[in-house]
């Protein structure tokens, strides 16, 4: 038996695992698919105090070392249930058919990209990450889909790729921070359509355009979508409280703690996930001290 479980390794986890090893406690991290989590995906971070203008995958990899540096032992496998057992201890079964007993739970699962659900949809050539797939349109034009913090940092990402990003956004206006959507439309190969939606994605092997609910047909051949997360709380549900947009409002059981992006649509920030992922642990760490096993 372990002492602590900590499910997802983006900042969030990361953190917690490095409080829960340097105050003595066994920890293994289920890295889930990617080991960083979404951070992996970003291509550049401004906003986190120290690290000024970072690449994503590099600082996970600095987060990774720092939590294995005090002993996190990294299971590379995606949890497919968590249960308890009449002692009140968790059992926790992965993908590699392991199940495997710990006396508390840091749930940290984080948030996937919504889709739009439209036809089309799996087109190579429609994307939820243009750091992972921008490469792929240089010198083409492209659209990004949403109107938020992260449709406006994919299309400032695209713009520096692409000949022409025109931004789609559903309503009439943005609802990203003025300053990042002044610096975004300075750029001269960036456009925005307001009160646009998409109807359907263009193409036959890949895309070629995208059709608007208007009837306006557009030729691009990368479609970036940024409309939002959908958190990951389904493995937690017995365990805490999922509010109505699906993200975890608190743990429910002893030893069950609930951490990061899972938790928060709103402060979705490298930052706020790494306090949380501290506060977490502590709290885990105390809850462990005062229990008796
Ligand atoms: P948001 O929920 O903030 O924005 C989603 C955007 O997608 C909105 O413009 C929304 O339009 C639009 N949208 C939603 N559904 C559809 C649809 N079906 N069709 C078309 N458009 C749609 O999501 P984000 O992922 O941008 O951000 C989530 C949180 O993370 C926010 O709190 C954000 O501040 C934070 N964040 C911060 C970053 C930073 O500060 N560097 C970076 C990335 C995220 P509508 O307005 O009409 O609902």
Redesign the pocket.
Known sequence: MRDVAIIGSGPAGLSSALYTTRAGFDTHVYTGESTGGLLTTTEKVD?YLGLPGIEGGAMAELFIEHAKSFGAVFVSAVVTNISIDPQGLFLVQDSSGQTNLYKAVIFSGGSKP?K?GVPGEELPGVSWCSVCDGAFYEGDEVAV???????V?EAMYMSNIASKVTLL???DRF?AAAPAVEQLLSRPNVAVRFNS?VERFIGEDSLVGVKLTDGTLLELYGAFE????IPQSALAAPWAEISSDGFISRATVDGFFVAGDVTN?????IAVAVGDGARVAMDAIKWLQMRKF
């Open positions: 906003n919504r739009l889909i949403g109107g938020g913090e992260s449709a940092e956004v559903r309503g609802r939606s940024a409309i939002g997360q649509p709103e402060h979705r920030q």
